[in-house]
């Protein structure tokens, strides 16, 4: 399951995936996330929370590569992960050396309330 929203009022996109994930759900994510940046604004952030997926079909990778490449010509600013099992991670740091440019800031939590934290510094 993909779950997406942006708070307008603080420029955050959250991108919630959970259960197992397939390329039909990533693709309906990479147009809901269109949508919601067609009239954006810059300074954009990002919180991606991994807590509660149990796997990802490969065959997602594409629609997580565009959505990088959109969030990056959209202004992104700062990317906050949430990540608790390392062993979940489904390699979105090795994407964003290729997808992101230099300067924008990523951090890497484990819980909510760390990365609520990162997200507020």
Same mark, same amino acid.
């Given at each position: 399951m993909v779950q997406i929203a942006l708070e307008k009022s603080t420029n955050l996109l959250r991108i919630s995936y959970s259960q197992r994930v397939g390329p039909d759900e990533m693709q309906r994510?990479?147009?809901?996330?269109?949508?919601l940046?067609?009239?954006?604004?810059?300074?954009?952030?990002?919180?991606?929370?991994l807590s509660h997926l149990e796997s990802m079909d490969l065959a997602c990778l594409p629609y997580i590569k =565009?959505?990088?490449?959109?969030?990056?010509?959209k202004g992104l600013e700062r990317v906050v992960r949430i990540i608790p099992d390392p062993r979940k991670d489904i390699?979105?740091?090795i994407l964003s050396l290729?997808?992101? =440019? =230099? *300067?924008?800031?990523?951090?890497?939590c484990q819980t909510l309330a760390e990365?609520?934290?990162?997200?507020? *510094?």
């Open positions: 994510g990479e147009e809901e996330v269109k949508g940046l067609a009239n954006g604004q810059p300074g954009l952030r990002l919180l991606t929370d =565009r959505v990088m490449d959109l969030l990056n010509k390699g979105l740091n290729f997808h992101y =440019r =230099r *300067g924008i800031q990523i951090v890497t990365a609520m934290q990162a997200l507020g *510094g």
